[in-house]
């Protein structure tokens, strides 16, 4: 499987998952327009996109799904979710409940709940008939033991790593802001995302994306240091056991 990563942060995220047969897309939260060109960057027919699965409503995510409307894609989202989604034709709105596998094509997609401040944010994974497996976790205050579940035995694994506790502190953001970034429904900081990893993490080569990261309240250097050095504790070597990159 191929996952192009078409945009990153809070200006927008938008993630391209692609098979032999299938390509789907988690998220699409920049400009429609971005995203057609991007995905013709990278080869991907607009066309040819099965369907779009939504982690959450807020505009970082969203923003761009008239591209839906333009293609005819359905698009998945938590079912309570649908509240704040807004933009997508009534007759592509589709539920993603977390007990039911959908099959697409040759692509198995399931979801599993996330701990955001919107109505009912998932995470999903996908994966091939060969055995690859992907996995998206954006945004989320904290990972839970399911959510470890669910993820587990990835082969990519997608995952926000957005904040250094540190830097929000010390920011300009009012206290609400600062609070809420830093809550239970927030984001992940650097050692949540290290912390869930090196529960992930089994040494099989797999692919790491750092994603969704702060830009004034995190550094990509700082990011992945944190990962390596957890990962390193567990017996992990970047490059040799596992592979990462930062997509800021
Ligand atoms: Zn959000
Ligand atoms: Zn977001």
Redesign the pocket.
Known sequence: MKVDILAS??SG?CIAVRSENTTVLVDA?IARTKIDKRLLDVGIKPTSIAAIFV??G?A??IKGLPIANKYKIPVYAGEDEWKSIKNVDPELQAIKRTEKILELNDLFIDAFATHHDAYDPHGYTIRDRAGNKVSVC??TGHVDDVMIRMMSDSTVYVI?SNHEPKMVEASQYPNSVKSRVLSDVG?LSNSQTAGALSRLIKGMGEQIYLT?LSASNNLPALAEMTVVRALLKRGFKKNIDYKIEVIS
Request: aromatic share 0%; hydrophobic share 5%.
């Open positions: 942060g809070s995220n939260g982690t959450h807020h970082d995510h954006l945004d926000e984001h969704h």
